[in-house]
């Protein structure tokens, strides 16, 4: 069966398997959720770390730069992109592109651009999949960088245990996107390009927030600065990395993180398997086409026909 020969081939380290089944994954395959059951158990090892932040403040940079720290200490790093105009889909300048090469002769680091085909929420399933079988290929860090703070950038970034958060001097008006909802999503704030002016100043802006943040927290997010070009502030910054995931495994929130997504992933398979099945078994059907009628031309309310539909649906013998 192909899809054995897949999972073989993912978990002896097959680059090109894993290729295979990310594309299968994009493409919503069911060979993908087949491979995906089978390597499921071998998965759960590595530390996630999502990346966001308005563009062009070096979240790609920063990736590049924090894959060559970590390569220094013998970690091995998937990186899954979710922004079509990352330097890692081809919208590079030169020299991020000769950065990347680098890491692309190394055989430890696997680079993947998710595309935007699909509808959001597809984006978001297809990504964590994505992440889910780099895991199983064995990858110790995957880093996963997504642009701004939208609804399925906030979905994606659900999958990271440690969450960077990145800023750069002068632009303004994203202190109100970071108000919006970034703010408690952030591990980690950095604020990159520490060699331009007005660095320091957005550093003591972003604390000042946290300052009046009202909200008890046993983990105050560390606002670091970095410059992604020369690579100063990069160590610091994996320091920083690797003790909030020593944080999320002394509090126990780790095992809560984890029980957590399982909940909320078993929820959402079963939504998305039941509203199929249900669809598949009404679509098309007299009744049906009737009920909507008789909705339409106010002779039956919505509320009491959706009531009826599933309860028959969930308890009807032919099921
Ligand atoms: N001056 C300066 N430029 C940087 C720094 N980090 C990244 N850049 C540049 O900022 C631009 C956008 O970087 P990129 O990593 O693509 O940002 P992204 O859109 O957030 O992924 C590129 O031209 C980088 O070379 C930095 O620390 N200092
Ligand atoms: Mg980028």
């Known amino acids: 069966m192909p899809v054995n020969g897949l999972v073989k081939g993912v978990l002896s380290g097959n680059r090109r398997d894993l290729a295979r089944l990310i ?32 563009p062009g403040s070096g979240k790609s940079s920063l990736v590049t730069k924090l894959t060559t720290e970590f390569r220094s200490r013998d970690k091995t790093i998937g990186i899954v992109c979710v922004d079509p105009s990352s330097p890692f889909t081809g ?14 002769l190394d055989k430890e680091v696997y680079v993947r651009s998710m595309g ?54 002068g632009s303004g008006d ?33 604390e000042v927030m946290l300052d009046i943040d009202p909200r008890e927290r046993d983990w105050r997010p560390p606002v670091l600065l970095t410059n992604s070009r020369s690579g100063e502030g990069v160590a610091e910054l994996a320091e920083k990395i690797l003790e909030h995931l ?28 039941l509203t199929r099945e249900l669809y598949q078994k009404l679509e098309g059907q007299p009744e049906y086409e009737a009920a909507i009628k008789k909705i339409a031309t106010r002779k039956d309310d919505p509320y009491s026909v959706a009531e009826r539909l599933i309860a ?5 013998e032919s099921r």
């Open 312 to 316: 028959e649906f969930l308890f009807s």
């Open 116 to 169: 935007t085909r699909g509808h959001l929420g597809g984006l978001a399933r297809a990504t964590s999949d994505a992440v889910r079988a780099i895991d199983a290929f064995g990858k110790d860090i995957i880093f996963v960088e997504t642009v701004g703070a939208g609804q399925s950038e906030v979905e994606v970034i659900n999958i990271a245990h440690t969450v960077i958060v990145t800023d750069m001097p």
């Open 23 to 54: 594309s299968l994954i994009e493409d919503e395959d069911a060979d993908a959720t087949k491979a995906l059951s089978q390597l499921y158990k071998h998965t759960g090892k590595a530390h996630i770390i999502g990346v966001t932040g308005p």
């Open 174 to 206: 994203d202190i109100q996107a970071i108000k919006a909802g970034i703010m408690e999503i952030a591990d980690i704030f950095v604020v990159n390009k520490m060699d331009l002016s007005g660095a320091e100043r957005k550093v003591t802006e972003i």
């Open 91 to 104: 919208g590079a300048l030169l020299g991020d592109r000769i950065r990347m090469q680098e890491h692309s």
């Open 246 to 273: 020593q944080f999320l495994k002394d509090s126990g929130l780790l095992e809560q993180k984890g029980l957590k997504r399982s909940r909320d992933e078993l929820q959402e398979l079963m939504r998305y398997k």
